[in-house]
């Protein structure tokens, strides 16, 4: 009897010992992703992902990555990008917990740029005003001024780069534009603007336009001193 509760007691010690092992080694193994990762094009039009751009401190053995656009594809220790690549790509890190069986994973948001411009055919775009409209008075900003990416080829369409736009304007005013690379403002002060728009690959186009002012209050336009 003492030698079976011997072997007993034994045994439960072996199999707590196991018990917490397998429970730290599972909670340990974690797949830990940095929120956003930058990769730009080389001068070829061409980069990769790889999983130190991913990798934020995971605990495990890392199988791989793999792009949540191409889920598919089997999990590797690079991806290669290039022009069709340009702007988001979701990339998943996996992480292996052997003790536990299971996969562990996180999600990156990779922005892919081409900010040397070896992607672009829209070299010949420009940045331009369709109309523009001077304030009612010196006083009033209520000047109005419609910018938009243009191919001088085809003046008469909202010329399309890679979305979304950024508009930068230098009193400050910054304007987000979805899908159509154009910015409609009607709370222009008399004065002489900038305005650079980005697209998604970081490629800049910029132009400067003037609003006047009435002269019914007897002020003095600025922009004809």
């Not at 290039?82 to 003790?99: E, F, Q």
């Not at 672009?120 to 331009?128: F, P, Q």
Request: aromatic share 8%; charged share 10%; glycine share 8%.
């Amino acid at each position: 009897m003492n030698s079976f509760l011997k072997n007993l007691g034994c045994l439960l010690l072996l199999l707590c010992a196991l018990g917490i092992n397998t429970q730290t080694t599972s909670a340990q193994v974690s797949a830990n992703c940095h929120s956003t990762a930058y990769v730009n094009l080389d001068a070829n039009g061409t980069g990769m992902i790889t999983i130190n751009d991913i990798n934020n401190g995971s605990v495990g053995t890392i199988l791989g990555i793999f792009s949540g656009n191409a889920p598919n594809v089997s999990i590797s220790q690079i991806i290669p990008v290039d022009c069709n690549d340009l702007g988001s790509m979701p990339v998943i890190l996996t992480v292996a917990d052997s003790a536990a069986g299971v996969t562990h994973v996180c999600t990156t948001n990779v922005i892919i740029s081409d900010t040397l411009g070896t992607c672009s055919t829209n070299s010949g775009l420009i940045l331009t005003d369709s109309f523009s409209t001077d304030a009612s008075n010196c006083n009033t900003c209520d000047g109005e001024a419609y910018v938009f990416l243009e191919d001088p080829n085809n003046p008469s369409a909202i010329a399309s780069s890679t979305p979304p736009y950024l508009f930068q304007w230098s009193d400050g005013v910054n304007y987000t534009a979805a899908q159509y690379a154009f910015h409609d403002r009607n709370d222009l002060c008399a004065g002489t603007y900038t305005v650079t728009m980005y697209d998604a690959t970081q490629a800049s186009y910029t132009y400067t336009l003037q609003i006047g002012c009435g002269s019914n209050n007897g002020c003095i336009d600025p922009n004809q001193i």
